[in-house]
């Protein structure tokens, strides 16, 4: 399994527009990716710009698959080509131990 995690800060004025996409964007990936196994969207309480993306993969296949979809083409071209990002930072982890013991 692999983790992808990411941390994005959104410009003031498109915090709702992107809260709404993501949400979608999450969704779709769990019902179209078979490899995508969980995807938590989380927005900090003390900085409602900042979003926090947490996705497990199966494999790294399914990462890859993930990467090549329409629905991530579409995101990304929402979210660079309208300016919504401030910062981003993505990074794709190796799960160590789980708190749920699995």
């Known amino acids: 399994?692999?983790?992808?995690?990411?941390?994005?800060?959104?410009?003031?004025?498109?915090?709702?527009?992107f809260k709404k996409r993501m949400l979608k964007h999450a969704e779709t990936c769990m019902r179209e990716e078979e490899g995508c196994l969980r995807f938590d969207v989380n927005q900090s309480k003390s900085d409602p710009t900042v979003f926090l993306m947490y996705e497990?993969?199966?494999?790294?296949?399914?990462?890859?698959?993930?990467g090549k979809t329409a629905h991530i083409a579409d995101f990304?071209?929402?979210?660079?080509?309208?300016?919504?990002?401030?910062?981003?930072?993505?990074?794709?982890?190796?799960?160590?131990?789980?708190?749920?013991?699995?």
């Open 56 to 66: 497990h993969f199966r494999d790294q296949a399914a990462v890859d698959a993930h």
């Open 76 to 102: 990304v071209k929402r979210r660079d080509g309208e300016g919504w990002l401030a910062e981003r930072t993505v990074y794709l982890m190796e799960p160590l131990f789980h708190g749920d013991g699995k």
């Open 1 to 17: 399994m692999l983790t992808n995690v990411a941390i994005y800060r959104i410009k003031p004025e498109f915090v709702d527009e």
